[in-house]
């Protein structure tokens, strides 16, 4: 189930939006969350939609792909779905089936929301799909840059999320070694209670918790030899680079908040 | 040029100094590793190896002695100095690797060194292809086999073109194919650049690649000599927890039960062409 989440994951490719500055995209899907929230109508969500699948088609990341991946947080959508369905008492009554009662406005709300919603996750996942960890960590650095005035220690931060990812596939490769260590051992994780299973989680955590601390260690023994004194006096390896296509779509989505606004009810 | 890249002097290192019961790490050490050398240090578990290490690069500082590398003392000043002309590569592969690519990983010292951008891209390219990881720029980590990621970490010491590489066990979480790569990467750095390299290692056949071969055990210098030299007291190495290189155990053995074998065999050829040829020597 893991392989098929795309939260989270890269995807490499050469596409328009690939190629785009992460600093742009950062702030292009910031800028888009807030727009997100002008629209009202249909005509206004249907450009929302629009919009978003055209730059799913730019980032050339497959649509069926994308749905795919994207299925736990769909059972989340259906979800809320309903609950506006069942829930909002206005307008015309639509279906009357003994309990159930739907109205026009639920089924108008519940649509609204979905696709809201939809058009977030689109957006934020082809953010992470189409730019590598290590681009978004040095975008939001330089970003979050005006922010050191305030001693806000920016490049600490990033250096310690650029690590934690770095780490991910390996403490989890170590988590599924220590879970077949304890299950040749006898244990058994996957069956019981819910009690006994989350009490059957400790003997697992408690030595990825010590490889983790011994791993620190042994990373910061050689970050020092190799000369790390923290940000200052530092040069950037990865170079970030704003080119025109960058300008551009901030200047589109400022088009697109104008038109949402123009058509808004 | 014969200087002396790194010397210890009467150094003596105990861990937890208030407690009396506990003994000196690293007990009254003196040797001196001139430049271009190829050093190996062996010695069991607990022989000290790996605070001398520390020692060597200013993790720790010693209780008494002097420790001088490049020509300098190692204080707190010097420290960062003597670092960016030294790469250590450590024994496990994967907490030593702090970029998110290979390339990354490369650059890391560079940067912590203020390089500028343009020399960047080009030292780290070449030392990717001093050890042969030109073609994996972008991988990830978890993408590379653990002698990868070593050449990987050897870049990474390499691309600060430092004139000592220190191997603190290197090689001993590898499987016996990332070994040979490792050490055969090292041959032939040492080859082409002369790099000075001290190997830390609690493997023999390791160790008899280098010029000379000190031997510790219980924080103190027990014997110190070119490897043919030191691998002829055999017992002695063997009563250290040592192991043998196959091909001298199997000559030991030879001897044993009678067969005159001539020298001493550092790798299995040597063995093996003497053997195929003892007859006809006869």
């Known amino acids: 189930m893991m392989e098929k989440m795309i939260f989270g994951r890269f995807i490499p490719g050469n596409s328009l939006i690939h190629q785009m500055d992460p600093r742009a995209k950062i702030s292009f899907v910031f800028v888009f969350i807030a727009i997100v929230f002008i629209a009202n109508s249909a005509i206004t969500y249907g450009i929302l939609l629009g919009f978003t699948l055209l730059v799913v088609f730019l980032s050339k990341i497959r649509l069926y792909f994308l749905i795919n991946g994207l299925k736990p947080v769909f059972i989340l959508l259906i979800f809320t779905f309903l609950l506006h369905i069942f829930f909002t008492r206005e307008g015309d009554l639509l279906v009357d089936i003994g309990f159930i009662k739907i109205y026009e406005e639920g089924l108008r709300q519940g649509i609204f929301i979905s696709v809201r919603f939809l058009v977030l996750v689109f957006i934020t996942s082809i953010l992470t799909l189409t730019t590598s960890p290590i681009s978004i960590t040095d975008g939001i650095e330089v970003l979050l840059g005006p922010f050191k005035r305030v001693k806000l220690p920016v490049h600490e931060l990033a250096l310690m999320m650029s690590i934690s990812l770095r780490f991910i596939p390996t403490l989890m490769d170590e988590t599924g070694k220590i879970l077949k260590a304890q299950m040749a051992r006898g244990s058994d994780i996957g069956s019981g209670p819910v009690k006994d299973r989350i009490k059957a989680v400790v003997p697992l955590l408690i030595p990825l918790f010590v490889s983790a601390f011994k791993r620190a260690e042994d990373l910061a023994t050689a970050m020092e030899v190799r000369g790390y004194r923290g940000g200052e006096g530092r040069t950037r390896y990865r170079q970030l680079n704003w080119r025109l296509i960058d300008s551009l779509s901030l200047v589109v989505l400022v088009g697109l908040a104008g038109i949402l606004v123009y058509f808004r009810v | ?282």
């Open chain 2, 1 to 282: 040029m014969n200087s002396i890249i790194m010397s210890f002097e009467n150094v003596t290192f105990t861990y937890m100094q208030e407690d009396e019961s506990v003994k000196p790490a690293v007990n009254d050490l003196s040797f001196s590793i001139q430049d271009g050398e190829w050093i190996a240090l062996v010695g069991h578990n607990g022989s000290g190896k790996s605070t001398i290490a520390k020692l060597m690069n200013g993790l720790l500082f010693p209780q008494t002695g002097k420790v001088e590398a490049m020509g300098k003392l190692m204080s707190e000043e010097s420290l960062w100095d003597i670092r960016s002309q030294m790469g250590m590569v450590f024994q496990n592969p994967d907490n030593q690797f702090v970029g998110a690519t290979v390339q990354d990983d490369v650059a890391f010292a560079l940067e912590n060194n203020g390089v500028p951008h343009e020399e960047m891209v080009v030292r780290v390219k070449e030392a990717l292809q001093q050890v042969k990881m030109a073609d994996y720029l972008d991988h990830e980590p978890h993408h590379l086999s653990g002698g990868q990621k070593q050449r990987v970490a050897i870049a990474g010491a390499l691309a600060l073109r430092p004139r000592l590489l220190i191997l603190d066990e290197a090689t001993s979480m590898l499987d016996p194919q990332g070994r040979m790569e490792v050490i055969e990467t090292i041959r032939e750095l040492r080859k082409a650049t002369g790099l000075t390299v001290i190997s830390i290692t609690h493997d023999l056949e390791e160790a008899a690649l280098a010029d000379r071969i000190l031997v510790m055990n219980a924080g103190e210098k027990q014997l110190e000599g070119k490897p043919d030299a030191v691998f002829r007291s055999g017992n002695e190495l063997t009563n250290l927890g040592l192991d043998l290189p196959f091909s001298m155990r199997m000559t030991h053995l030879l001897r044993e039960v009678g067969i005159e074998l001539q020298g001493e065999h550092m790798t299995e050829d040597e063995l093996v062409d003497e053997l195929w040829t003892f007859y006809s020597k006869k």
